[in-house]
């Protein structure tokens, strides 16, 4: 089953478009987990008031902050949420489909290829302009700039076969910056060529226009804190195929 995972902060401008994104679409069958951050503005009336009486979404509202590594952590291993085999697809709460198609075609690819565990693919930003998500080389990802950006989709025990230890810093906490390079290079590397797809088809839009992303100095971990934790994830012991 196709399971989408949310997490944002402090999203109230942004949260009702996303889950509009969410309900456009042609494809019915799928969760989602929408994982609320301790959001001290509107976002969770205005979830709420969206989601209210449909079963296929799940509000998850912390009472203390995770940041985002440990918020999907916690609930991709959990096996009352999820099961191996879930398609997991990740739309962060500020962020929405590009057209009503997504989750349709993402099943699609998994239907044909059973043999598939990992995708990336292209998006574009809220102001139009083409996103840099490119194929990635398992073999020197670490190295090279990171492109393995939206759409990103998985398998759910792909994310299972990651040492925890991956996440977290030397004073196991987990980071509170830089997850998506916490968590895609131990995938890609388990993944190889045989179980990684890039999508050339523009399936996300990022929205570069929120002043919490991380990239930003507003944001609340910031950009040094981000390339520091990248710096520690790059010299971890890579992954072997699976």
């Known amino acids: 089953m196709i399971k989408i995972v949310s997490c944002f902060w402090n999203a109230e401008k942004y949260i009702e478009k996303c889950i509009d994104s969410v309900l456009s679409q042609d494809f019915k069958e799928f969760k989602m987990f929408l994982i609320d951050d301790v959001s001290t503005d509107g976002t969770l009336q ?9 079963d296929r979404f799940i509000l998850i509202s912390n009472s203390e902050k995770k940041y985002k590594l440990k918020n999907l952590d916690d609930l991709i291993i959990d096996d009352d949420y999820f099961d191996d085999e ?11 489909f590009y057209g009503n198609d997504v989750l349709g075609f993402i099943n699609e690819k998994y239907e044909k290829n ?16 083409f996103g840099f998500s490119s194929p990635v080389n398992y073999k020197t990802v670490r190295n090279d700039i990171f492109t393995f950006s939206h759409l990103r989709t998985w398998k759910c025990h792909l994310w299972r076969s990651i040492d925890e230890n991956s996440f977290k810093d030397s004073d196991g906490k987990y980071f509170k910056a830089g997850p998506d390079i916490a968590y ?8 190889g060529n045989k179980h ?3 999508i050339p088809k523009i399936l996300h839009v990022y929205n570069e226009q929120n002043p919490y992303n991380e990239h930003k100095a507003g944001a609340s971990a910031g950009q040094f804190e981000q ?12 992954y072997n195929l699976i």
């Open 46 to 54: 205005k979830i709420k008031s969206k989601i209210e009486g449909d």
């Open 86 to 96: 879930d398609i997991i697809v990740e739309l962060d709460g500020d962020d929405w």
């Open 114 to 129: 059973k043999n598939l565990w990992l995708t990336n693919g292209s998006f574009i930003y809220s102001d139009g302009r």
């Open 184 to 191: 895609s290079f131990p995938m890609i590397e388990m993944c």
């Open 196 to 198: 990684y797809e890039f």
């Open 227 to 238: 390339n520091r934790v990248a710096n520690i994830v790059r010299k971890l012991p890579k």
